[in-house]
């Protein structure tokens, strides 16, 4: 094993190998079958069709390496899930170069014949959707094989039997790692066969590769991994994959506080993957794996989007001093390509011991539903907008407006003022502003503008 070529410089490097056909996380199957197609033709791998999805899209294993230990990974089981697809492709690309790392790739070629599946549910990246084209959770049809995907990915397990398998994953981007304030930017796991959480051989062997990328993560996200919640679900493809004897890796991708389009997770899960690679090849000889692996903080609790403090609320002639936290939720249009936002007030009330990943101190603040800019028409200018928000104003009413679900705008647009009404109530949209002697903050659709420093970005407003 060459010792001189740590993932570190690997990493260091990433922009060589960054795969730049995915220029952010909205892709489909259409855009990998190119880069799949491409590989038909290299001699440094082997494209093989497994199968076909439930509306026909090709799933794919693409081989490299010749050595007698197998690894297989697998990606985007769920559709909305595809942090780790861009990292496979990112991984193809550092293979196949020919750099100062080809000590590294001779070795890995030698000891390991790697097999990548992207993307094993197309049908849900298509809708964006976890499911498959006919709502089934392919990750809850590992006994059943209900779905072609799953059968696709049983028959490669069985038929490899690989020594190591990684289940790759994005999880809900909420998650903190150990109940503090960090986000779980990527939590990991040996999934476990058994509701006593057995330790077998299998999962010692994948426990000393958890060690190895834990300690290379620590390097770069200290205090933001986590475990994955350690509960057995047979249906599960990692706990049973691992029940046939393959040691399982599961990697799920979080979040970190601005990186929306998880370029840098990516970029972590590249280098875990490789840092991984290694780590097999070489043996896995970690001896304080178990150690290392317990002392992992696990999925703590959920954040929230934003977290306003101490705001005073003025309700029926009395006042009340409330925390209020909001939530801003993905959605698409129905081309699947155009993002928007909806955001919501999820809690009222104390919320001391929660975290926010942006959190503002309003002591001294009322908080007000948002105005109503009764107007006719959307189109005003930015002068005007601005103005708007340092008002307090978050809706403007426009019975012309032609748009639908959501608008650019950084207000939200009414239809029929009649037909509306803004409260400030859990599971309403928040749109409200704090104010003392003046306006500070406007928050529209969940974002937040800052009236003082005239900052904030408003993604989108809603159409009512
Ligand atoms: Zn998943």
């Known amino acids: 094993m060459p010792r001189d070529i740590t993932t570190e410089q690997i990493f260091d490097h990433y922009s060589n190998f960054y795969e730049k056909h995915f220029a952010n996380r909205r ?17 440094n791998f082997a494209v093989s069709l497994l199968g076909r999805s439930v509306e026909d899209r ?27 697809t861009m990292a496979i492709f ?15 790739r001779e070795t890995l070629n030698k000891e390991l014949s790697i097999y990548f599946i992207p993307m094993l549910n197309p049908d849900g990246a298509e ?32 038929e490899l039997k690989p020594e190591y398998g990684f289940n790759l994953h994005d999880q809900d981007i909420r998650w903190s790692a150990g109940g503090g304030s960090n986000p779980a930017t990527i939590a990991l796991l040996s999934p476990q066969f058994d509701d006593e959480c057995t330790l077998n051989e299998v999962r010692e062997n994948a426990i000393k590769v958890i060690a190895d990328i ?12 986590a475990k994955y919640g350690e509960e057995y679900e047979p249906r599960s493809f990692g706990d049973s994959i691992t029940e046939w004897g393959t040691s399982v890796i599961l990697i799920e991708s979080g979040k970190r506080r601005n990186d929306p389009e998880k370029e840098f997770i990516r ?3 590249f280098a875990s993957l490789i840092e991984a690679f290694k780590s097999i090849a070489a043996g896995s000889k970690n001896e304080s794996a178990l150690k290392i692996y317990k002392e992992i903080p696990n999925n703590g609790k959920l ?52 975290y926010g990943y942006d959190e503002i101190d309003c002591t001294g603040m009322n908080i007000y539903p948002g105005k109503i800019f009764i107007n006719g028409s959307s189109q005003i200018g930015s002068n005007e907008l601005r103005e708007l928000l340092n008002n307090g104003y ?36 928040a749109n409200f502003f704090a104010a003392d002697s003046k306006v500070n903050y406007t928050i529209v659709n969940g974002f937040v503008y800052d009236c003082n420093s005239k900052t904030g970005v408003i993604k989108n407003g809603l159409v009512f």
């Open 27 to 43: 892709f489909n199957h259409a855009d990998i079958l190119p880069l799949v197609n491409s590989l038909k033709s290299n001699k």
């Open 58 to 84: 090709e799933i794919f294993s693409i081989k490299w390496g010749e050595g007698k230990t197998k690894v297989l990974l697998w990606s985007q089981m769920h559709g909305d899930e595809p942090t780790a």
């Open 90 to 104: 990112d991984l193809i690309n550092f293979l196949n170069a020919d750099d100062e790392f080809n000590d590294l």
């Open 127 to 158: 809708r964006v959707i976890r499911e498959n084209a006919i709502g089934i959770d392919l990750n809850r049809d590992a006994q059943k094989l209900a779905a072609p995907e799953s059968r696709i990915l049983k028959s490669i397990v069985d």
């Open 214 to 225: 834990y300690t290379l993560l620590e390097k770069y996200i200290p205090g933001s991994i």
């Open 267 to 269: 970029k972590l899960n």
């Open 303 to 354: 954040l929230y989007d934003l977290i306003l403090r101490n705001l005073n609320y003025n309700y029926a002639g009395s006042t009340y001093n409330i925390d209020v936290a909001v939530n801003i939720e993905e959605y698409f249009d129905s081309h699947k390509k155009n993002r928007y936002f909806r955001g919501k007030i999820e809690s009222i009330g104390d919320l001391e011991s929660a």
């Open 394 to 429: 978050t809706h403007i009413e426009d019975i012309n407006s032609k748009n639908h679900t959501y608008t650019k705008l950084p207000l939200n647009i009414i239809k029929n003022k009649a037909k509306f009404e803004n409260e400030i109530r859990v599971n309403r949209y």
